[in-house]
């Protein structure tokens, strides 16, 4: 009788097996079939070609692989119904996940949170229940977070105060959440776009860390929530003492705003490296501009009107005396002690015309120097803005309060309001004059229309070059809801005007809707591009480019500029928020 060799059945057994072993599925294949056995119904057969005899998924449809292992998972839209497996939690290197507008059930399963790579969970547009498992706050490398449309209830999580990584989207909303918003929530990162709306959620809103900083639109259709920023009011028994409104302090560290943000691969294999030579540049161009966009959007706004004819040039006489009324005879104000010109003076000193826009004429006058009553004295040179006549919104008492306003405010980045002449015909706003050149010189160089501007020696403001070219229209600077007749100007207003200047300072790029933009409009050239996750060489400024190291805080910085230029005014941080922000920027860098 044969008797085989032990030899013989090794051999068959692994002629036998072999192929099965080595087309064995990997670790994060099988997860993903554990995906595919939870779909009860799949019926565009979006996942048929995922196949246990496959070697590796990351050919799938659906799936990302970076060196072999599963980085994205993305399966929107599907029409998938089913449940979430809790193997999802073993892809312990997918960053981003993504099963959005499909008819997931049941609850989320609390391993799931064990994929701690997770930069972007979406599961939003749902049929999804039960409450947010407490294990969420292990992804300390979330960025953005989106449960909403869904059924989850029970109260919010607290943990998620402690995601000091999130920095786009926490986006609960239309569930149905009950009890009181955290006020751990006012750890999160200014720069968190919160929404909570539609649940159940209700007593007073913390007033606490960057909540404070969030719109009312983020706690709309929760009618028993109370308290800023929304219009009901608190019941008396609920009102803590005016020392529990300030604001916490909100040292949390600055990171990556974006997660769909320009180059993603090479952010991944970024190593954490300085970035404060970039950075100071970055926050330093912002405070040499900002105080000349503080006097130009404050003039301009309250002068604005699609006149045909405004900010046309033309002789015109100043009366210092055209009645005896007060507000429509002329007054002279001095805001300082210090400054010894007089209007005379003014009149009869030499002007030139350094800049044009709808709100005015620009001047620099020179005086001081053998003429009025100071004669004998070195000249003074000041800039002085004649402003724009036609309306007759301008009354005298509103234009004292505002100009004396803005007088009292002394800070080095914001130039100096000397005096100002109040006339029924005639406006001037007298100021400091900055010898470093107009807002668009300090941005993208030299002006080349000031080398044509017309010189007159002692005139009066009458002669005006008409070939002076406006570098930038003002427009350009204007929130789209200021942009009409008769619109009301807020602080989101200047945001906005605050944020067109921040990418110009970050691209290089001038902000209208010429060739240099694709026709496009700056902000929505630059909020495209992220969108469609383009290389950050491609809007960068080239001056920044070489600044290798900072791309984190240069990312960081065109986020603050996208969220201050954002359509919908409450959705724009405060200006308190953004210089915080760019303070955060400069001291983490």
Known sequence: MFIPSPTIFISFFIFAFAPGLLSALSPDGLSLLALKAAIESDPDGV??????????????????????????????????????????????????????????????????????????????????????????????????????????????????GELEGLVGTLNLSYNRFSGGVPASYGQLPVLVSLDLRHNNLTGKIPQVGSLVNQGPTAFSGNPSLCGFPLETACPEAQDPSLSKHAPAENPQKPSNPNPSSPNRGDEEREEEESGVSVTVPIISGISVVIGAVFLSVWLFRRKWRWNAGEGKTGKKKVESDVDEEEGQKGKFVVMDEGFNLELEDLLRASAYVVGKSRSGIVYRVVAGSGTGKVSGVPATVVAVRRLSEGDATWRFKEFESEVEAIGRVHHPNIVRLRAYYYANDEKLVVTDFIRNGSLYTALHGSSKFATSASRKQNTNFSLVNSGVKISSPSTIYLAPEARLPGSKFSQKCDVYSFGIVLLEILTGKLPDEGPENDGKGLESLVRKAFKEERPLSEIIDPALMHEVHAKKQVVAAFHIALNCTELDPEVRPRMRTVSESLDRIKSHG
Do not use: M
């Not at 070697?55 to 089913?82: D, I, Q």
């Not at 449940?83 to 989320?108: C, H, M, Q, W």
């Open 47 to 160: 996942l048929d070609s995922w196949l246990e005899s496959d070697s590796t998924p990351c050919h799938w449809p659906g799936v990302v692989c970076t060196h072999g292992r599963v980085t994205e998972l993305y399966l929107p839209s599907k029409r998938f119904t089913g449940y979430i497996p809790s193997e999802l939690g073993l892809l312990d290197s997918v960053r981003r996940l993504s099963l959005a507008n499909n008819n997931f059930s049941k609850t989320i399963p609390a391993h799931i949170f064990s994929a701690t790579s997770l930069v972007a969970l979406d599961l939003s547009h749902n049929c999804l229940s039960g409450p947010i498992p407490a294990q969420i706050k292990d992804l300390k490398a979330l960025r953005q977070l989106d449960l909403s449309s869904n059924l989850l209830n029970g109260s919010l999580p607290e943990a998620l």
